[in-house]
């Protein structure tokens, strides 16, 4: 079964940039498609990104032009590069794949 942690998140200012981080232990995820998820206080779960095993990437209009999901299989990692943050991108990030989740990383967003 695989392990998956992100790292990365924290506070910043509405325009700045923040890159996550997700480390995969335990299984080889260079075959599967990862997802980078998140939930705001009071919603659901949504999509952010997707990018599969041969490094197709898909988005969710809230956040296309401004976040670039990208993996390094070498490293067993998948990133998330946020830029131009706005003060609704505050959520819990989430990794996904491989049928497991992680348990999130905060990232808030002041104006």
């Known amino acids: 079964q695989v392990q998956l942690v992100e790292s990365g998140g924290g506070w910043v200012q509405a325009g700045g940039s923040l890159r996550l981080s997700c480390a995969a232990s335990?299984?080889?995820?260079?075959?599967?498609?990862m997802y980078w998820y998140r939930q705001a206080p009071g919603n659901q779960r949504e999509l952010v990104a997707a990018i599969t095993s041969s490094g197709n990437t898909n988005y969710a209009d809230s956040v296309k032009g401004r976040f670039t999901i990208s993996r390094d299989n070498a490293k067993n990692t998948v990133y998330l590069q946020m830029n131009s943050l706005k003060p609704e991108d505050t959520a819990v990030y989430y990794c996904?794949?491989?049928?497991?989740w992680g348990q999130g990383t905060q990232v808030t967003v002041s104006s």
């Open positions: 335990g299984s080889i995820i260079r075959i599967y498609t």
């Open positions: 996904y794949g491989v049928e497991s």
